[in-house]
């Protein structure tokens, strides 16, 4: 079974850090895109951060220079370090991966979500 397992998320004071984990399982030949997204109650889920196989990087705005990606290929695995963490990150967090290559097919996955609070 090909599957998504997140981990990481949990309750953080602002300007505090996480880290996020991410691990890709099961017969898998290729990935070519990992990332993260967020929903906040009543929001849309949104694009976080992500990146391909060959270490291009993409982020939303309003992480940029707090948020960083990275990915350890071999692993099949993504990371999303969060510094000064501020209150309007709060959401669940959900991990990507997108063209996963299998032996029969291409499929695009989803993780069953972290819940990450940041609150004094």
């Known amino acids: 079974q090909v599957q998504l397992v997140e981990s990481g998320g949990g309750l953080v004071q602002p300007g505090g850090s996480l880290r996020l984990s991410c691990v890709a399982s099961?017969?898998?030949?290729?990935?070519?895109?990992m990332g993260w997204y967020r929903q906040a109650p009543g929001n849309q889920r949104e694009l976080v951060a992500a990146i391909t196989t060959g270490g291009s990087t993409n982020y939303t705005d309003s992480v940029k220079g707090r948020f960083t990606i990275s990915r350890d290929n071999a692993k099949n695995t993504v990371y999303l370090q969060m510094n000064s963490l501020k209150p309007e990150d709060t959401a669940v967090y959900y991990c990507?991966?997108?063209?996963?290559?299998?032996?029969?097919?291409?499929?695009?996955?989803w993780g069953q979500g972290t819940q990450v609070t940041v609150s004094s």
């Open positions: 099961g017969s898998i030949f290729s990935i070519y895109a």
């Open positions: 990507n991966a997108d063209r996963v290559r299998l032996l029969l097919r291409v499929v695009n996955l």
